[in-house]
C-alpha cells in the first residue's frame, strides 16, 4: 500500500546510517498482516543489513533444485508445512553469508521456540546473538481487515485493498486463498499457539520491543529505527 517516504523518516534513514553498527541481528515479530516484510525490507536498507526471509529461502532453493529445496517442494506440493528441523536447516545453511556481510534482519523465522532456540544456537557458533526483536502489534479486527480486504489482479499482478487502496475499475481482481475469512482466522490461530509463546523468550533476555503496528508504514518504520538506537546502540 506504499506510502511516499516523509521527511522525518528520510531524516530517521541519514542518523541511522552514520551510527549503524558493524553487526546487529534483528528478530521482526507479529501477527499476519502486520507489515513485517515490508517493515524488514525497509530497515535492511536503511542499516545496510541483510533480509533474511525463510520464504525467499524456499524459493531459492526450490529454484535452484538443492537436495533441500526439492525436499521443500515435495512437502509445499502436498499441502504440508515445512517441518521445523527442515526450516532450521535452510537456514542455517546460509547464515555464515549474513555473519559475514555485517547482519541481518530474520522475516518470517523464527515462528516458534524451538526456531528462535535454534537461531541462538547457530549465531552462538559464530559468536554471535540476537539484538533485539521488534514486534509489530495489530488487533485481530484490523489483521481481518488488512488481509480479507487485498485483492490481486490477474492480468498485471498488482495488488490492491479494497478500503486502502482501491484497484481501477477495469481490474480482474481475485481474492488469494491466504486472504480469505476462514484462512485468516486459522492464521491468527497458528500465530497465537506457535509464535505468542515465543515471545516471552525473547521478553525475558529484555530484546522485545513492541510497536504499535495501527499506524501508517512511514509512523512504525520511524519508531523502529527510534527503538533501534536506543536499546541497540545505547
Not at 516523509?6 to 530517521?12: A, C, D, T, W
Not at 488488512?146 to 481475485?174: M, S
Not at 509463546?197 to 520511524?222: F, K, S
Amino acid at each position: 500500500m506504499g506510502l511516499r517516504l516523509n521527511l522525518n523518516y528520510e531524516v530517521m534513514t541519514s542518523l541511522y546510517l552514520s551510527v549503524k553498527s558493524d553487526f546487529m541481528f534483528l528478530v521482526m515479530t507479529g501477527p499476519p498482516g502486520a507489515g513485517k516484510g515490508t517493515q524488514a525490507k525497509r530497515l535492511a536498507e536503511t542499516l545496510g543489513l541483510s533480509h533474511v526471509s525463510t520464504g525467499e529461502i524456499f524459493r531459492r532453493n526450490i529454484s535452484q533444485k538443492t537436495e533441500l529445496g526439492l525436499r521443500v517442494k515435495k512437502l509445499l506440493e502436498n499441502g504440508i508445512l515445512v517441518p521445523d528441523d527442515l526450516t532450521i536447516e535452510l537456514v542455517q545453511d546460509q547464515i555464515g553469508q549474513f555473519v559475514d556481510s555485517g547482519g541481518a534482519i530474520f522475516d518470517g523465522f523464527p515462528r516458534n521456540l524451538e526456531q528462535a532456540q535454534a537461531l541462538d544456537d547457530i549465531l552462538l557458533l559464530h559468536g554471535k546473538g540476537v539484538d533485539l526483536a521488534p514486534l509489530i502489534s495489530l488487533s485481530d479486527s484490523t489483521v481481518i481487515e488488512r488481509l480479507t480486504g487485498r485483492r490481486t489482479d490477474r492480468d498485471t499482478g498488482n495488488t490492491y485493498h479494497l478500503i486502502y487502496d482501491p484497484p481501477p475499475h477495469n481490474a480482474n481482481l481475485e481474492q488469494r486463498p491466504d486472504d480469505k475469512r476462514d484462512t485468516v482466522l486459522r492464521r491468527i490461530d497458528d500465530y497465537r499457539k506457535r509464535t505468542v509463546p515465543m515471545l516471552a523468550h525473547y521478553d525475558e533476555r529484555n530484546l522485545l520491543c513492541e510497536i504499535d503496528g495501527e499506524n501508517t508504514i512511514d509512523q512504525v518504520t520511524t519508531a523502529l529505527l527510534k527503538v533501534i538506537r536506543g536499546r541497540v546502540f545505547a
